[in-house]
T-cell receptor, first 114, second 114 residues
Framework: KNQVEQSPQSLIILEGKNCTLQ??????????LRWYKQDTGRGPVSLTI?????NTKSNGRYTATLDADTKQSSLHITASQLSDSASYIC?????????????FGRGTQLTVWP | DTAVSQTPKYLVTQMGNDKSIKCEQN?????MYWYKQDSKKFLKIMFS???????INETVPNRFSPKSPDKAHLNLHINSLELGDSAVYFC?????????????FGSGTQLSVL
């Protein structure tokens, strides 16, 4: 069964600290994995995309990794800021699938305290 | 601003009523979606349209009827609202030519059925 599991469910860190969010998936065949950030009261916004051949990709203070063999991805946030407080959602696309056939994780709710 | 916009932002209504949520995108995309986000923040696809043609119709009650007058608009009409329909509904769009299927989301409509 195609699934996407994220951990932890929620996380609280102090401003300036680093954190890592995890995403494990059983989706197959794999096409790509995308991390979205969802601020409270807003729609998700894409942060980064990982394809099968990519291991690491950075977007500012956000660094995503992908291990396609173990079907795991992580999102590392460096020097956290208050504005990083949001839900981070991992989304996996199946290769050759109909548009919209995406598998969503439930998200990790990150809270950054001053 | 180029974006996906949906109205209203908040919708409070009583059981049994009929309501509509409107969505418009000016990104030039040819595919639009409706997602439902439940209280546990899990995003689940309801419908997708490609060039006004229905592509995905998940196991959604037939009280929900999407309507796409043109490829820039995808409205959602809900008949005989029930308590369980309370959720946040997100409209999204993507470009069919983008194989990575990056989604652009609206800000959501918070539907509360009393």
């Amino acid at each position: 069964k195609n699934q996407v599991e994220q951990s932890p469910q929620s996380l609280i860190i102090l401003e300036g600290k680093n954190c890592t969010l995890q995403c494990n998936y059983t989706v197959s065949p794999f096409s790509n994995l995308r991390w979205y950030k969802q601020d409270t009261g807003r729609g998700p916004v894409s942060l980064t995309i990982m394809t099968f051949s990519e291991n690491t990709k950075s977007n500012g203070r956000y660094t995503a990794t992908l291990d396609a063999d173990t079907k795991q991805s992580s999102l590392h946030i460096t020097a956290s800021q208050l504005s990083d407080s949001a839900s981070y959602i991992c989304v996996v696309r199946v290769r050759g699938s109909t548009l919209g056939r995406l598998y969503f994780g439930r998200g990790t709710q990150l809270t950054v305290w001053p | 601003d180029t974006a996906v916009s949906q109205t209203p932002k908040y919708l409070v209504t009583q059981m049994g009523n009929d309501k509509s949520i409107k969505c418009e995108q000016n990104l030039g995309h040819d595919t639009m979606y409706w997602y439902k986000q439940d209280s546990k923040k899990f995003l689940k696809i309801m419908f997708s349209y490609n060039n006004k043609e229905l592509i995905i119709n998940e196991t959604v009650p037939n009280r929900f009827s999407p309507k796409s007058p043109d490829k820039a608009h995808l409205n959602l009409h809900i008949n005989s609202l029930e308590l369980g329909d309370s959720a946040v509904y997100f409209c999204a769009s993507s470009s069919q030519g983008d194989s990575s299927e990056k989604l652009f989301f609206g800000s959501g409509t918070q539907l509360s059925v009393l």
